[in-house]
């Protein structure tokens, strides 16, 4: 991937690193305030939510990475 | 110092940089990793959640016997502990024949309610939340959930209280 290609992939990347953690933080707080109201049904759903989203956000980041790491040819 | 092959600065510039510009400086990778570790804070708050609720324990049906309930007037209030020592709940006496109770912790940031008789609304004095007495539903202000109630039996003369429901199982 060139240069001028490279920067929109990685500023991609992170934008949507950003949209997964802002679903992640949204996520435990719903689950903090279903297990405080006494629905405890909620935290199973929620940490395994919350892992898939982790799981995205890392491989994100290791494509970032990845990226960054590849030789420029520019 | 030389630059590698690619041209890019060493590694440990990154982490150590010479240039008091440069340690401002962060690169979308870093910016990155943090981002990934704030994800990994958030789920381990989801697994701390998860650990708490498998490692519950049940509550257990205490009995208590609410001293001085039939002393209290109508429209009167008076806090017991319930179901241990250090777990305040408001009585309240709405009529002749009607009690409720409730936790006396409010469920936004756990201040003490009291019972307002001149507006029949148990208030919270930190963030002005105020719950119904007759159900314990919120009717204004920051508090998410219902305040817990505590169920009483009458037996004989006395008041006693024989459980608690969650605010939201109503």
């Known amino acids: 991937m060139d240069r001028d290609k490279r920067l929109p992939a990685l500023n991609a990347a992170l934008g949507l690193i950003v949209l997964l953690l ?20 909620a935290a199973l759903p929620g940490a395994v939510i919350s892992a898939i989203l982790f799981a995205a956000c890392g491989c994100l980041y290791l494509f970032i990475g990845r990226l960054d790491r590849k030789p420029r040819r520019d | 110092m030389t630059p590698p092959g690619d041209g890019r600065p060493a590694a440990w510039r990154e982490e150590f940089p010479i240039g008091e510009g440069d340690e401002r400086y962060v690169t979308r990778r870093q910016f990155a990793r943090f981002l990934v570790l704030t994800s990994l804070g958030m789920l381990v708050g989801n697994l701390w959640i998860l650990t708490k609720s498998w490692l519950r324990k049940e509550p257990r049906a205490v009995e208590t016997t609410i001293r001085g309930a039939a002393a209290l007037p109508v429209g009167g209030s008076t806090v017991f502990d319930y179901p241990e020592t250090g777990e305040p709940c408001l009585l309240i006496r709405r009529s002749e024949d009607e009690f409720v109770a409730f936790s006396q912790k409010c469920t ?48 004989g003369g006395e008041l006693v209280a024989v459980g608690m429901t969650t605010g939201s199982e109503g």
């Open chain 2, 108 to 155: 936004h940031l756990s201040c003490a309610v009291y019972y307002a008789k001149d507006s029949d609304r148990i208030e919270c004095p930190c963030h002005n939340g105020f719950f119904s007495p007759r159900d314990g539903r919120m009717l204004q202000g920051p508090p998410p959930r219902p305040l817990p109630r505590v169920l009483l039996e009458r037996r």
């Open chain 1, 22 to 41: 802002v679903v992640q933080m949204w996520l435990l707080t719903a689950t903090l305030e279903a297990y405080l109201a006494g629905h405890h049904g």
